[in-house]
């Protein structure tokens, strides 16, 4: 029999600053949205061009708003609605943690579309650009909870090489779920992303690539689901699906869909929106 691995007690603060300190989770997110932010400039330049890089760079604080007021609200509607209706002012406490994906993707998606639409942009290319970068905060999220020793997996034989024991989860061997969900969510679907969209004819179907991270997301996360041991307050629900894998469905759904129409409509040599006229001159006078 292999010896079971010991979690390694991480300290979940990265940094110290007198009484400040910097959290692995939150430094997850910074990182995340920095690198995000950067390859988002280059996609989007990509023809056909779907935004300016000036836009990109306004778009990173609607997308941070949407990732952190989308995240906390999708945890507390999603998974513990009970909970905070009893200590509201326990919804401030986002250094305890508490964040959905679902939720966070739901705040984006929202941000895509006043964003476009105030820009006059097209929300499903724009989406596809901004939705290849999002695997990279997933990954690193998965990292950020496999440090703090949270949302570890289900219970595991012993003879598994990697199977590991978590303090705060019983003498029990696990799957360390936080870094499968990191292989596949983070770094196998960004790879995926990433080779579409260097595909002229992908990016000439608004709305594939989006189609295809939202259809990605949700078969990874239901597979890993099937490793991850269930939050202890909501455990299995019917059938034995996690609240996970239920949220997955309408996302794989939805991408599916957007894929399907994406394919069925003519290829787009353009999808910025046409700009305005220039205002004529009136009586041989400069416009005014």
């Known amino acids: 029999m292999l010896p079971v691995l010991i979690f390694p007690q991480f300290d979940p603060v990265m940094v110290h600053f007198g ?67 009893a200590h509201p002012l326990n919804i401030l406490q986002v250094w305890h943690g508490g964040m959905s994906f679902h939720g966070g993707a739901a705040g984006v998606i929202i941000a895509l579309i006043v964003f476009t639409r105030l820009n006059g942009l097209s929300f499903l290319a724009f989406s596809d650009r901004i939705t290849t970068v999002v695997p990279i905060g997933l990954g690193l999220g998965r990292i950020a909870n496999f440090i703090n020793g949270e949302l570890w997996g289900r219970p595991a034989p012993s003879s598994l090489p990697w199977a590991m024991i978590f303090p705060d989860a019983g003498p029990e061997p696990r799957h360390p779920s936080e870094l499968y969900e990191a292989f596949a969510e983070g770094l196998v679907l960004f790879t995926v992303l990433w080779c579409v969209s260097r595909s002229l004819r992908a990016r000439q179907h608004p709305g594939f690539i989006a189609g295809l991270f939202l259809f990605g997301y949700a078969v990874a996360r239901t597979v890993c689901e099937c490793f991850r041991e269930p939050d202890a307050f909501i455990g299995f629900l019917p059938f034995g699906v996690t609240m996970g894998q239920v949220l997955c469905v309408p996302m794989a759904i939805g991408g599916a869909g957007l894929m399907l129409n994406a394919c069925l409509r003519p290829a787009r040599t353009s999808v910025m929106a046409a700009p305005e006229p220039e205002p004529k001159a009136v009586d041989g006078g400069a416009a005014r």
């Open 19 to 85: 009484p400040f300190a910097i959290r692995w989770y939150a430094m997850a997110y910074i990182v995340a949205l920095v690198a995000g932010w950067r390859i988002a400039r280059h996609l989007v330049a990509l023809p056909p061009r779907a935004a300016t890089t000036v836009q990109v760079d306004d778009f990173l604080t609607w997308a941070t708003l949407g990732v952190v007021l989308g995240g906390r609200l999708g945890y507390i509607l999603f998974y513990q609605p009970g909970y905070y209706l």
